[in-house]
Structure formats: C-alpha cells, structure tokens
C-alpha cells in the first residue's frame, strides 16, 4: 500500500472537453516522490477566499495511468457553487496546487481476467486511467467499456474511446445517452441496457468495475451478482 503525502503540482493545462467537464493536467514538483495504483485518488486543498470560509479539501479520482508521472490529470465536473470545481475551473497554466495522496482501492485486482467497465458521468476518470493502463499492453486480456450520459455533450473523452477502440482489436466501447435530443444516432438508454442483452457466459473470468452515480452502481451491482452470478470479489465499485 502506497502511503499518502503531501505536495505541490503545477497545472500544465486545463481545457473543456465536454459540456461542464475539465481535463487539467498538473505535475508533480521534483521535490515529491510521489506513486499511486491506476485507480486512485488525490485529495485537492482548496484555498478560502474570504475570511468567511475555511479551507476544504476535495477528492478527485487520477485520470491517468501511474506511467504518465510525474504529470497526470484530472476529469472535473464544474457544478454550480461547487468549493472544489469552481477552483479547477479558474486554474490557469502554471498555477500551483496543493494536494494529498494518493487514497483509494478502486482499480483492477486481477491482471489476468477480462476487463469489463462501467461508469456514468465523471465517474469515467479512472475508467481512462485504467484504459490508459491497459492499452500499454494492447488489451491482452480484453477490455470493454461501457459508458453512459444523458447528453452526448456530457460525454468526456468519447472521441478519445472511439479512436482506441479502432486501434485495439480487443478493446470495444459502447456510449449509452439515456436523454437523447432529436436525430441522436447511437444507443439510447441507460446503462443497465447493455446489461439487458448479457448472460452470465458473457462474464466468465472477467472483472466489473462501476464507477459513477451511486443509484447505478447499486442497481448494476445487484444485477451483475443475482442475475448473472458472479463472485462478489470480481465486482469493483466506486461511488460518486
């Protein structure tokens, strides 16, 4: 187990790629020796801005593999008033940052299983971590990835998905928009309807990992354990 610490980052660049959602890339200051498991988070220390607030901190999960370092990202949702995003959201280059880590056991457990991912909303981040990880081997053992939105602009890193599943023969992507506007072409619905057309062979030595709302993750959960009977060890959730 890595032990969390302290340290400092510099953003290198930090840009909207989908409806509400920055990538910001950091790196870490030569001072830190800093590791982490694809999969885990970091803690960011948010400043106060008037002498009303305290400082707080916010957790964000690495989307990034840990061969990246000492550089990694970040996938954040920008919501309303949010203490933590609005922070992300006004970051420029070169600003610097304060963070903790890293924490966390999401990630794969069994290199040797099929890779089979399902995530809505942010909960991609370690979803293209994990991916990242993967393609370093070409998919050896396979890998899906199962990603839902409500609206195609809410989909972060799509074209990225889209382009490695053309690349990697044995890595498939399908993106699920449940709340599709007039003249979307693709698959409208909810996650759970790739579950809908699965049977329990479709999950022989594999891997679940889920990460996303956690109503979701609850509901594939359950499925993926009743109705088509995996081991509970082989399902992986994170819960945003």
Avoid at 103 to 125: L, N, P, S
Wanted: with cysteine.
């Amino acid at each position: 187990m890595i032990k969390p610490q302290p340290f400092t980052a510099t953003v290198l660049s930090n840009e909207y790629i989908a409806k509400e959602t920055r990538k910001t890339v950091f790196k870490i200051h030569s001072d830190f020796n800093i590791q982490f498991t694809t999969g885990q988070f970091f803690n960011i220390t948010v400043p106060a801005k008037n002498p009303d607030e305290k400082m707080v901190m916010r957790a964000y999960s690495i989307a990034s593999s840990s061969s990246r370092l000492p550089e990694f990202e970040l996938c954040v949702k920008v919501v309303e008033n949010g203490r933590g995003s609005g922070y992300i959201d006004e970051m420029q280059k070169g600003d610097e940052i304060k963070m903790m880590g890293p924490f966390g056991h999401f990630g794969k457990k069994d290199e040797t299983k099929k890779t089979i991912m399902i995530a809505t909303g942010t909960g991609i981040a370690p979803m293209k971590a994990i991916c990242d990880e993967l393609s370093e081997n070409e998919f050896k053992n396979a890998g899906i990835l199962i990603f839902g939105v409500s609206q195609h602009e809410y989909a972060s890193y799509d074209e990225y998905f889209s382009t490695m599943s053309e690349k990697y023969e044995n890595f498939e992507y399908k993106l699920y928009v449940s709340r599709p506007k007039e003249g979307f072409i693709g698959n409208a619905g909810r996650v759970t309807a790739w579950l809908e057309n699965t049977t329990a062979s479709d999950f022989k030595n594999a891997e679940v990992l889920i990460c996303g709302n956690p109503a979701m993750v609850k509901e594939v959960k359950n499925i993926l354990i009743t109705d088509r009977e995996m081991d509970k060890k082989d399902v992986i959730v994170e819960a945003y």
